[in-house]
């Protein structure tokens, strides 16, 4: 992506790069869209992990897997998100924002169906690593849309309540997981 014309270094861009228009207000209804949805976005990556690790004697079970097999179903997830998220970032200053955010939503959802009818463990290893590269397109690209759509006096206050709720995400994710997996799994109360 080349920098506009008559912009100068460090001034605002519209958060895909398209061209110049007025930057949102924090309080608008689209302000609130916009955060509203970077928040789910970039909270998918780190709920996911959350969930699977909860999951993980369920999925032991079912895929007759020892503890091998389900660390790397942890690992090969974080292994991809945590080398990529930094190349990930420069893909969405060169290609725009907007554009890496969508393929990282894309690419984590087509990746979690494949998890989802993964036959075996190696089947589910690979996908969850694609997880992870879709999960790496989508966080910075989402703190970087938020930066480049707000006005300056607003920005804080977005970048704010993104980190706030997303960690938040984070926080509620085992309760959530632990409610929904326990019963889908067939486990009672212990």
Not at 53 to 80: C, D, E, K, M
Request: aromatic residues 8%; contains cysteine.
């Amino acid at each position: 992506m080349t920098p506009d014309a008559g912009a100068q270094p460090g001034e605002p861009r519209p958060a895909d790069g398209s061209g110049p228009r007025e930057l949102l207000r924090y309080r608008s209804a689209q302000g609130r869209w916009v955060v509203a949805a970077m928040i789910l976005g970039s909270s998918v990556a780190g709920i996911d992990s959350t969930v699977v690790v909860i999951a993980l004697p369920a999925i032991g079970r079912n895929l007759h897997v020892g503890f091998g097999g389900l660390q790397w179903t942890v690992t090969s997830y974080t292994l991809t998100l945590a080398s990529l998220i930094l190349v990930a970032g420069s893909l969405s200053d060169r290609w725009g924002r907007r554009r890496v955010f969508l393929a990282g939503l894309g690419w984590f959802t087509v990746a979690s169906v494949l998890c989802s009818a993964a036959p075996g463990i190696g089947w589910l290893i690979a996908a969850r690593a694609v997880q992870g590269i879709g999960g790496a397109l989508m966080t910075p690209a989402s703190l970087a849309i938020i930066e480049a759509a707000f006005q300056p006096a607003d920005r804080t206050h977005a970048i704010g309540t993104w980190a706030g709720f997303s960690d938040v995400s984070a926080a509620i994710a085992p309760l959530w997981a632990g409610g929904c997996w326990k019963p889908a799994a067939g486990g009672g109360s212990s």
